[in-house]
């Protein structure tokens, strides 16, 4: 079965400072991945998503990820960490194994941005 | 655009009574849609999908009878929480498929609502 470890729980970073979340995936042929960010008691933002082409992949924020096979990871990168990215970040791939339009999120990383 | 609005946003209801959540897809049609629960620190656990006309499909644990799944039209699907206990607390998370035809696509995700039982 497809899965999504995302292996820090908590991340701090100081405002300015770069970021990468990291992101590593299990699946059985090449996925479609995805980043989401949700903010405190919202819904999901979708922040970029790879579903075939080049490997790095540009999303909104300023944020983005490169595709690497060999390592099976989705990394999310920004150069320059804003106050106001503090949120919890989604790695999520899919579909399902079984054909089914699923997605599989992981643990989710909480991002706290200091002064 | 692929707007997706949840309502109510939140609500407070005494056990055993029973609580109707909305999503709708406000610019687009969905032909699939799905319902997520989260619990605090957590991350999405998919509960079950949606299509537009059928039954729904839910997930291995997830009780049928009290997760009330309705996708009568292209553009809403309702969760009825059916006699709710403490235990059903959570923020429930829905999301939309765009009817592309093509053979996966991104979700598009509702702000949530959050379920408190007393």
């Known amino acids: 079965a497809q899965s999504v470890t995302q292996p820090d729980i908590h991340i701090t970073v100081s405002e300015g400072a770069s970021l990468e979340l990291r992101c590593n995936y299990s699946y059985g042929a090449t996925p479609y991945l995805f980043w989401y960010v949700q903010s405190p008691g919202q819904g999901l933002q979708l922040l970029l998503k790879y579903f075939s082409g080049d490997t790095l992949v540009q999303g909104i924020k300023g944020f983005e990820a490169e595709f690497k096979r060999s390592q099976s990871s989705f990394n999310l990168r920004k150069p320059s960490v804003h106050w106001s990215d503090a949120a919890e970040y989604f790695c999520a791939v899919g579909p399902d194994s079984g054909g089914y339009q699923k997605v599989t999120f992981g643990t989710g990383t909480k991002l706290q941005v200091i002064p | 655009g692929a707007v997706v609005s949840q309502h109510p946003s939140w609500v407070i209801c005494k056990s055993g009574t029973s609580v109707k959540i909305e999503c709708r897809s406000l610019d687009f049609q969905a032909t699939t849609m799905f319902w997520y629960r989260q619990f605090p620190k957590q991350s999405l656990m998919l509960m079950a999908t949606?299509?537009?006309?059928?039954?729904?499909?839910?997930e291995q644990g997830v009780e049928k009878d009290k997760f009330l799944i309705n996708h009568a039209s292209l553009t809403l699907s309702t969760l009825t929480v059916t006699s709710a206990h403490p235990e059903d607390s959570s923020f429930y998370i829905c999301?939309?498929?765009?009817?592309?035809?093509?053979?996966?696509?991104?979700?598009?995700f509702g702000p949530g609502t959050r379920l408190t039982v007393l």
């Open positions: 999301s939309a498929r765009i009817a592309s035809g093509r053979i996966f696509d991104e979700q598009f």
């Open positions: 949606s299509n537009e006309g059928s039954k729904a499909t839910y």
